[in-house]
């Protein structure tokens, strides 16, 4: 089991720059394809941006791409996400999460592959 911790979410204007951070503990956690969704009220958590356990390949939504870039530090067992251009309707929850399986060389876009979460960090931009 990985353990993961949001931070860096907050309020930002239209057009404002974020910067998220999801410090992982537990075995193995650099070994790990790392996600990044979020939830809106009232709608399905959502796929954003993953990474391969090495860095190596990267993956976005459509909404977020030219925009957000997903990073990861493995000796700091951390995973980042920069959030520039941010709008509106980028407001929302957003949970880092960790593969179930280690190892994996393609970016899951699946919720149901991730087999653990942190607990989220708010991101509200307002227009």
């Known amino acids: 089991q990985v353990r993961l911790v949001e931070s860096g979410g907050g309020l930002v204007q239209t057009g404002g720059s974020l910067r998220l951070s999801c410090a992982a503990s537990?075995?193995?956690?650099?070994?790990?394809?790392m996600g990044w969704f979020r939830q809106a009220p009232g709608k399905e958590r959502e796929f954003v941006a993953g990474v391969t356990y090495s860095g190596g390949n990267r993956y976005y939504a459509d909404s977020v791409k030219g925009r957000f870039t997903i990073s990861r530090d493995n000796a700091k067992n951390t995973v980042y996400l920069q959030m520039n251009s941010l709008k509106p309707e980028d407001t929302a929850v957003y949970y880092c999460?960790?593969?179930?399986?280690?190892?994996?060389?393609?970016?899951?876009?699946?919720?149901?592959?991730?087999?653990?979460w942190g607990q989220g960090t708010q991101v509200t931009v307002s227009s």
């Open positions: 999460a960790a593969d179930r399986k280690p190892l994996r060389v393609v970016v899951t876009t699946q919720t149901a592959d991730y087999g653990s």
């Open positions: 537990g075995r193995s956690a650099s070994t790990y394809v």
